[in-house]
């Protein structure tokens, strides 16, 4: 029998678990004989983390959730044969990752970037149970909080348990967020708000989906706020910015002429 490495009491990452790169965390909760996954990452590592799972003398019949914090093919690309491995649990997701996953759409979950080369197999993937804000998932004796925190994507989940927050693509710990991209349904005003709530959460551990586990400091997310405030009015974002006003007064300015004496 492997031995369970706890990140926290009831909580294992299979990165952390197995001392190897397996691709986005992946979060084992478990209460008792009952446990679920947040986020099962590529479809490659799937049978092994299932099977890692086993090994620490889980049994698979007791797995009652398997959650996708959003559509990204990195995140649920093994999601399909994580439900043939795991027929009794359910498979539970925000309905708007729901609708891309149902007849998935390729470019809003990064299956396809044409402009990098980047296609990727992701076969439909049904999601049972549509869960959002307010639902609570519960597991033994142990309550998951879920949250809704868009920004990255419309459907971007969150689960607080107790002082810890499983953040999904809202921070990492440098301060870098989620990918935002109008191809991708992002939405800085959503993101800032999101970041807002995570920044006052009563929560002391972000669990992010990429990178390591890391103390809530507020001033740092509030750094990474400030960021995206400015992005609101910057081109760097193009089409999810709200406006660039200064390029109305340039625009003036072009047409006064060019003075290499006067020309800042
Ligand atoms: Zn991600």
Redesign the pocket.
């Known amino acids: 029998m492997l031995a369970r490495r706890e990140l926290f009491p009831h909580v294992l990452e299979m990165n952390y678990q197995s001392r190897q790169r397996l691709g ?1 965390s992946v979060y084992v909760v478990f209460d008792g004989p009952d446990w679920m996954i947040i986020d099962i990452g590529y479809e490659d590592t799937a049978e092994e983390i299932v099977d890692l799972i086993r090994q620490m003398d889980f049994s698979l019949a007791h797995c009652k959730y398997l959650v996708a914090t959003h559509a ?1 093919v ?2 649920i690309q093994g999601m399909k044969r994580l439900q043939e491995l795991l027929p009794s649990a359910i498979t539970v997701g925000h309905p708007d990752a729901k609708k891309l996953l149902e007849s998935p759409d390729r470019i809003a979950t990064y299956a396809e970037i044409s402009a990098q080369g980047i296609a990727i197999d992701l076969p439909p993937i049904e999601i049972q149970q549509e869960i959002n804000e307010g639902d609570v998932l519960k597991l033994g004796s142990l309550e998951l909080e879920v949250w809704n925190t868009p920004g990255h994507t419309s459907g971007q989940l969150a689960f607080r348990l107790g002082r810890l927050l499983f953040s999904g ?1 809202n921070i990492y710990r440098d301060g870098g967020v ?1 990918n935002i991209d109008a191809h991708h349904g992002s939405n800085i005003e959503d993101f800032i708000t999101s970041l807002e709530r995570i920044r006052d959460a009563d929560v002391d551990w972000l669990l992010p ?2 990178g390591p586990v890391f103390r809530k400091r507020p001033e740092m997310i509030q750094k990474t706020i400030d960021r995206l405030k400015g992005y609101l009015y910057l081109p760097d974002f193009g089409t999810c910015a709200l406006g660039w006003p200064l390029l109305e007064e340039w625009d003036e300015e072009l047409i006064r002429g060019f003075d290499p004496e006067t020309a800042r």
Do not use: F, R
């Open positions: 986005c990204d990195d995140h693509d989620g989906s990429h």
